[in-house]
């Protein structure tokens, strides 16, 4: 089986990738380095000993996609590619709409032209908004407060409009809750450009003394420390979670959204005392007024992709903690080695 992947050497494509072709897939990478770099393949390889296809583009460029559909047997495709900062969205939300959307309309178009109708998409539990109540699950209202992700709405919206027209398509939504950690190899990993707006990314740079301390947004919400909870889910854990629905959508149509979270909700202060222990390592923080268009709290009921996908989440936060922190270690040697 050849697999697609738009965007596979970003932080959740290229662990994905890793899992598919040690799952025995062939796979075929499109990426064009806007949030990722090359360096990712070699790192690939290294994992896994096997090297996927590999094509560097735009994926709203339809010449390139009918290229890589008249050049391999595509049997499904992994639509990571597009932009993903919440905080620039709203600064240039043309840009969000005409990249994510267009990407996404022109690779639909060309799987079709190719009889390829087996997608599996990167939404967000983003698409929720302020949940009413908690967990979250699947069937509740859908709302969304910024532009990246009004987008990844609007797709959702896309492809259940593509599957009333042709019910031949069979699509798996994958909503994620706050991906974080790193392949246990240390070799793969999140590797934001400038200064990070997740929290996890921020944690490392001060971690690693590139910043002198985190900023908590808020400690006045209506939680146990009154910092925002979260719902952290290991990356290799919903890498898996894309093979689990890559094997759902091959043996099924029509198109279904699944909830990929932990079910635990973990607060600003329990990532970093967490991280400092399993670390230890000190993270210094200060607290600052809330980041506007916050929530409080956000978790996933994931009971329902366990029930469909036969997936689950396995582990834990100590993990994602350790292997997260292990990959920028391994970075910043490799860094020093090569100065
Ligand atoms: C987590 C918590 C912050 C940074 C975002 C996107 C969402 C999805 C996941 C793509 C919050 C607090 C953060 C910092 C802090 N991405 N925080 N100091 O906002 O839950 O979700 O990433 O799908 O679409 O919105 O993640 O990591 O930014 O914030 O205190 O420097 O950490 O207030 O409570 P978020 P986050």
């Given amino acids: 089986m050849k697999i697609l992947v738009t965007g596979g050497c970003g932080f959740i494509g290229s662990h994905t990738v890793v899992e598919l072709l040690e ?10 380095f806007s949030n990722s770099r090359r360096s990712v393949l070699d790192a690939i390889q290294e994992i896994t000993g096997k090297v996927p ?16 559909f008249r050049e391999h047997s595509i049997d499904a495709v992994i639509h990571f590619a597009g932009y993903k900062a919440v905080g620039e969205s709203v600064q240039q939300p043309l840009k969000y709409y005409e990249n994510n959307l267009e990407s996404t309309v022109h690779l639909c178009e060309v799987m079709s032209e190719f009889s390829c109708k087996k997608l599996v998409f990167s939404s967000s ?40 027209s042709d019910s031949h398509w069979s699509i798996a939504l994958l909503r994620y809750f706050n991906p974080i950690g790193c392949h246990a190899s240390g070799l793969i990993g999140e590797d934001p450009k400038g200064i990070p707006n997740n929290l996890m990314p921020y ?8 910043l002198p301390h985190l900023n908590v947004f808020g400690n006045d919400y209506d939680t146990k420390d009154g910092t925002g909870v979260r719902d952290y889910i290991h990356v290799a854990d919903l890498a898996r979670g894309h093979l689990k629905a890559i094997e759902y959508v091959m043996n099924t149509e029509g198109i279904d959204a699944y909830n990929l979270g932990t079910g635990k909700g973990y607060s600003v202060l329990d990532l970093v005392k967490t991280f400092e222990k399993v670390n230890h390592v000190s993270i210094p923080y200060e607290i ?10 956000c978790y996933a009921d994931p009971s329902y992709a366990k029930e469909k ?20 270690a391994k970075q910043a040697h490799k860094e020093e080695k090569v100065e």
């Fill in 23 to 32: 799952a025995g897939y062939e796979v075929v990478v499109i990426d064009d």
């Fill in 53 to 68: 296809f590999f094509y560097e583009g735009d994926v709203k460029k339809k010449e390139l996609l009918r290229k890589i």
């Fill in 125 to 164: 539990a983003t698409v929720y908004g302020s949940p009413k109540s908690l967990p979250i699950r699947e069937d509740f209202p859908l709302s969304t407060t910024n532009p990246y992700g009004t987008t990844k709405l609007m797709i959702e919206n896309i492809l259940r409009d593509l599957v009333v």
């Fill in 203 to 210: 944690i490392l740079k001060v971690a690693m003394g590139e």
């Fill in 288 to 297: 600052r007024a809330r980041r506007p268009g916050d929530i409080a709290i």
């Fill in 309 to 328: 996908l036969g997936w689950c989440a396995e582990k834990d936060l100590e993990t994602m903690c350790l292997d997260a922190y292990r990959y920028v």
